[in-house]
């Protein structure tokens, strides 16, 4: 479904015109509190109620708890008819962060199913937050049910902020809001079903919405890709009658001071092959291509926000499938470039399909490379199920991880420890694609992949095994299914080398 429409107003919100109103309640936990107190931007409304809503809220069981929705009719205040109070958690003494309001933002949009027009003071706030939260919030994935359920949010209107004047805050509208259609176009990508997303398809996919936003797209069939020499892709790929594909999109924009080589991998399913996974959640593979779509969403993103960037975009897709054609733990596969990796375990399938991708970015001479995948369920063990695992070149891998958990995605810094190098020494070929044992998966997976990137790059890989896919209720601005994690990430990163190098 398409996200709701956003335009910016000066309108109050006890004036506006609307069907429902949002204020943030925060929680009250002083000495002196009452439990919950209404967070900036609802002064107007709390006006046309008498100073009066934080109690009436209160009698209701409002606590301005995270994500916290509350609706109380507005009994002719106020020309909306509903007033929704969404929680915000705790406040510091700088007032909402801007996490808090992008998740208050979710809630409500989420809540508002079914409403044609909304208006929302958390703009106030933090307006980038606020935009980013009601796009993302507002997400649900439909193709598939016959049965639609209620419409998202049709109009929100966003109360300007105080400071700044009205040009930056179209700028920010239009930026926030590209960001929010980057991310729901990868959860689209991931939420689609495999029997109707393979790699042909993907590939396909995704090169017509890159065509369309006068992008350069080449696609690599397994013709290519055998001429090619890119043995890791087709060897994950052997196994399915569905074969793979390598999808190479390519952004200049104006001005362009660096050069980014992005690579996602693209497993559009994964049973593990011949070590073949349990048949328990193996439905939740379907997002294995998460990786890839993230890749894919943060070049269109790219390009129509024009950055001043060189941005060359590798993506391998694959299906991983146990049959007659399948690769065996045993083999030994020559990689794009000529090292030869053994194959161990099939279900350590992509870092295989990603190695013949960052060593092909490297041949176009990035100044910098960052690379997603769902690549171990270790990073789950390490971190759970929200928090990326960041690997890499060290003072770039602090860098994106500063920069990720300030876009309020989150992720932390991992180390590739020496001694661990060693684990993947192999008794035939140059590299074997698992350690030995269980220990360090995600480090060892992150060894690996160091192996084919070449030397002087600085590079980071985001584990995103966790963060990609939803499997419980919804919260936040977080929809269940495909996160689009780590779109906003990927984005801000770029942002951050087209203004600082």
């Known amino acids: 479904m398409t996200a709701p429409k956003l335009s910016l107003t000066t309108t109050t919100a006890d004036q506006a015109t609307v069907d429902a109103v949002i204020v943030g309640t925060v929680q009250d936990d002083s000495k002196n509190g009452t439990g919950v107190a209404l967070a900036p931007g609802s002064e107007q409304v709390d006006a046309a109620f008498g100073g009066t809503l934080a109690e009436i809220l209160r009698s209701v069981g409002a606590a301005g708890g995270q994500d916290e929705v509350v609706k109380i009719p507005s009994m002719g205040k106020i020309p909306a008819g509903l007033v929704v109070a969404v929680g915000l958690g705790k406040s510091t003494g700088d007032g909402p962060a801007a996490e808090q309001v992008r998740r208050a933002s979710g809630a409500a949009a989420r809540a508002l199913a079914g409403t044609r027009r909304a208006l929302t003071t958390l703009s106030t706030v933090d307006l980038h937050a606020a935009v980013e939260g009601t796009v993302l919030g507002a997400y649900r994935f439909t193709e598939y049910r016959s049965e639609k359920g209620d419409a998202p949010v049709e109009r929100v209107d966003l109360v300007q902020p105080a400071e700044g004047t009205a040009k930056d805050h179209r700028a920010t509208l239009k930026a926030a809001s590209a960001i929010g259609e980057a991310v729901r176009t990868a959860r689209d990508f991931v939420n689609t ?230 684990d993947l020494d192999s008794k035939f070929a140059d590299i074997a694609n698992l350690a030995g044992h269980r220990w360090g998966g995600m480090l060892a997976a992150g060894l690996f992949l160091r192996e084919f990137v070449a030397e002087g790059v600085p590079w980071a890989h985001i584990d995103i095994a966790g963060p990609a896919f939803n499997t419980g209720g919804p919260w936040g601005y977080t929809a269940k299914g495909g996160t689009g994690v780590p779109v906003r990430t990927l984005a801000a990163v770029l942002a951050d080398i087209a203004e600082n190098g």
């Open 193 to 422: 079903p495999p029997n109707d997303l393979f790699p042909a398809s993907f590939a396909d996919r995704a090169a017509a919405l890159a065509r369309a936003a006068g992008l350069e797209a080449e696609i690599l069939d397994e013709k290519a890709l055998r001429k090619g020499g890119f043995g890791g892709v087709l060897g994950v790929g052997m196994g399915s009658s569905r074969p793979p594909r390598v999808l190479r999109l390519s952004y200049k924009g104006p001005k362009a001071r660096k050069k980014v080589a992005l690579v996602g991998k693209g497993i559009t399913f994964d049973t593990g092959g011949i070590s073949i996974k349990p048949a328990t959640h193996m439905e939740e593979m379907t997002s294995d291509m998460s990786g890839a779509a993230a890749i894919v969403a943060t070049v269109l993103l790219a390009a129509k926000l024009k950055y001043p960037l060189e941005v060359i975009a590798t993506v391998p897709m694959a299906e991983n499938m146990p049959s007659g054609t399948a690769y065996r733990p045993g083999d030994v596969l020559t990689m794009y470039g000529g090292k030869t990796v053994e194959v161990l375990n099939t279900d350590a399938e992509g870092r295989l399909i990603l190695a013949d991708a960052l060593v092909r970015a490297c041949e176009d001479g990035p100044d910098y490379l960052l690379e997603t995948a769902t690549l171990t369920g270790a990073q789950i063990v390490a971190l759970g199920r929200r928090t990326a695992g960041i690997m890499g070149s060290d003072e770039f891998r602090d860098r994106v991880a500063t920069i990720a958990q300030a876009t309020g995605e989150g992720g932390w810094p991992m180390p590739l420890p020496e001694e661990l190098r060693a």
